[in-house]
């Protein structure tokens, strides 16, 4: 590559960033709904003690501190799809790093499910979008549109990644991750 | 020109409605006012995307644009909208547009007024003429500009300027659609309407990720599907796409191999009795390089093409070209719906009419559920530049400009000397850009598009755009484009201004002005009616107050052409969802299908000839001889840039859903950003393996025009041996790799196959 591609890259990069910049959009506040725990998580609340160590390693910033305002969660490392949805790494850096048994590497992974929110959904209010068939890592298996366009998830292949979530382009997202097992976590929580 | 002008001249157009708003009486059909929902003023317009041509209802609050929503009475839609439209208000509010005039001053754009930037373009664009003629001189529109807008710029350019180097990006997307569509059916455009999606047993989508690029139109196939499970789907693409989906079968070809197939398909068509001998002796003749040939010579060119040798060229196994053949056949009705797969190919005229072979061979034209239908990509491609002649060999209407009666027909209506139209066609897109390259072409003006970046090979054109006198009129700012302009013209945007869409079914539909254009963005086609009187042609540009005034100027010039539009008057554009032309008269309610009965042009001067000779179709247009479609014979041809071992894999490009062409538009809907945020490539998984490329790794894509760095996305997409890469990111604009190679009929460039190679980066 020589010099004059890499000023214009250099150029339009700027141009790019300045029109993202101005189309700006307000983040949502963190909940206990809108989180999921890092893969492997095992009894989370109770082995977890919050030394961090899986978000250091996280090579997409995918793994945060809770920062909402419930207190259940507060400070443990959690994964905000929407902000930036788990990539599931080959090699699972954050339970390597993990030495609690919060988080353990099993035979299948999978964070939640994913949960359409038909109230929000695009095609499902008579418009047409497919991002998040079209950006699932398993699409037209994880999640697939039927007949009339509208998405719907096979909870069998899904693995809770929340690459829709994050793609979503509804105002409000169409698409949310529960947790596996709702009812154990919540019962955990509460 | 003054603020004060732009003013008076919105008032006068918006006067009507505002007057009517002001005592609450529905003046427009399809206009609510405030009391009845909300506060918000609903009207009725077309979408600003694909050439689908949705239809969509505009809410406008306060002078604000608010919020877009499907048109349930427009009969292409239905009220459904894809995603990109439901977030077209926030392109219109969006910061990255231009409000006020700009120059470049010691090599930095500054805010000027309307006077100073017009005349200074005007100065120069004369200086450039009296010392090097007006062929010295170009102009460069879209297919997005509207018809009244294009219409303007011919008559500057080609009737008073004296250039046909007039030309548009429709160049860059449906130049081979136009070609095929001549040579075959004698007549540019479409046989048929949307409405045989709806009758169709088969479709045949060839080089058309359709879920994606037409999503309306995908949508429409996959709910007449679903309610009639013996419609079946072949696909020819050498990617998956998500319009797979719905796939019966996929063909498999390598990029750019794929003519083989279709004459395989024919062979076995013919040979298996599936071909419609009646419709063939009637309607057809057959010709190749040499000429007129009999339909023996057909069949014995056909020889050279087995399934299996077609196996061998295209890479797609026999067995299932002959399944695909047969469905085609078998199928009571098919339509065969394509795109750029087809069309940014160096024989893209050749495919085009290998196409339509398949559907006059076996008489699937001209009958409910029955066409070979070109989608086109851009909403007024075939309404403003096709039809409206802004390229460099027509002139508006269906004219040619190397047509000594088409001349004198035009120059009388525009008020210029026959003699200022001149009867070579100027310089097609590329030859234009290379001219500009090397000063050829001192001064363009381009409007509404964004080259810089949608080129082929498009930093070799860089040079050009900085080195000449190059004016740009956009509503965004800044373009990769507007980086190489000496000055930049602030245009006003769709719902600022009133004028005419047509869409892919030979559909045109009016827009209204809803609101004020912001800043001081003025109108298109007003630039250049302003720009006309200061360069001197103050005569031939003082009646086009109105865009009313030019769209009956030029709709008197389609009076007895196949394009017939005199029925399509502003007052009743205003009131219907679209005429789909020929529409003669203003009780004439369109055509639904040409060249047969119910095609008011046929009825009245063919049917009785028809008649006579047994038939059922007569093709009128003007490159067909006693009204006969032509089956053409192509043979197979390499694409421009086969691979080879230092270049091993084959690139190719393509649009996603959530984003359109250069992003001007979808980039400011943070919503559609956050759905797609970054270009990436597809690589298949069995390369990625032997490359040991991971998902998400950075790689870098070299051809032999340069190199780019993106992410790796493996799926199981592109077929073994090819990549894809979306084109829409000014960070990473892809076209800088592909190939500018053309088709030499057409001269539309090969997008769509370049030999690349990757490694990591």
Known sequence: ?190 | MSKKYTRREFIKTSAAASAAAGIGVSLFPGMTFANQSGGTNWHKSVCRYCGVGCGVMIGEKAGKIISIKGDELNTVNNGHLCVKAFYLHKAVNSKTRLHHPMIRKNGKLVKSSWEEALDLVATKFNEIRKANGGNALAFYGSGQGETEETYMANKLFKGCIGTNNVEGNPRLCMASAVGGYLSSLGADEPVGLYEDIEKAELFFLAGSNTAEAHPIIFERIMRHKTRNPNVKIVILDPRKTPTDQVADLHLFPKPGYDLAIFNAMAKVLIDEGYADDDFIAKHLVMKNGDGVQDFETYKKFLNDYTPEIAEKISGVPAQDIIKAARMFGKAKTAMTLWTMGLNQRKRGVWANNLVHNLHLITGKIGVPGSDSFSLTGQPNACGGVREGGGLCHLLPGHHLVVKEAHRAKVAKVWGVPASNIQPKPGKHTIAMFSALNEGEIKGMYIMCTNPAQSLPNAKKYWKGLKEQFVVVAESFYPTMTTEYADVVLPAAFWTEKEGVYGCTERRSQYMPLVVAPQGQAKWDAFILRDLGKKMGFEKEFAKYETAEIMWDEYRGLTKGKDMNLMGASYDRLKKVRGLTWPVPTEDHPGTYKRFMAGDPIYDSKFAELAKKEGRRMYFYGPKAKDGKATVWMRPHDDPAEPTDSEYPLALTTGRVLEHWHTMTMTGTAPELNRAVPNAYVEINPIDARNMSIKNKEQVVIETRRGSMQFEARVIDRPVQGTIFVPWHWENKPINVLCIDAFDPGSKEPEYKVAAARIRKA
């Open chain 1, 1 to 190: 590559m020589n010099n004059s591609i890499s000023r214009r890259e250099f150029f339009s990069s700027f141009v790019a960033n300045a029109r993202g910049s101005f189309a700006s959009e307000k983040t949502e506040k963190q909940t206990t709904q809108n989180v999921v725990f890092p893969p492997g998580a095992q009894n989370y609340l109770e082995n977890c003690n919050q030394c961090n160590d899986c978000i250091s390693v996280c090579p997409h910033e995918a793994i945060r501190v809770f920062h909402g305002d419930d207190e259940q969660f507060a400070g443990y490392p959690v994964i905000e799809p929407r902000t930036q949805a788990c990539y599931f790494c080959e090699d699972f850096p954050c339970i390597e790093s993990c030495d609690t048994g919060a988080l353990v590497k099993t035979k299948n992974i999978k964070l939640g499910l994913a949960e359409i929110i038909e109230n929000n959904c695009l095609p499902y209010n008579g418009h047409i979008c497919r991002s998040c068939v079209n950006n699932c890592p398993f699409p037209e298996q994880a999640i697939y549109c039927d007949a009339e366009g509208k998405p719907v998830v096979n909870e069998n292949i899904c693995n809770g990644c929340g690459v829709c979530v994050q793609v979503c382009p509804s105002d409000k997202i169409g698409i949310r991750i529960k947790f596996m097992e709702e009812k154990i976590c919540l019962s955990q929580v509460s």
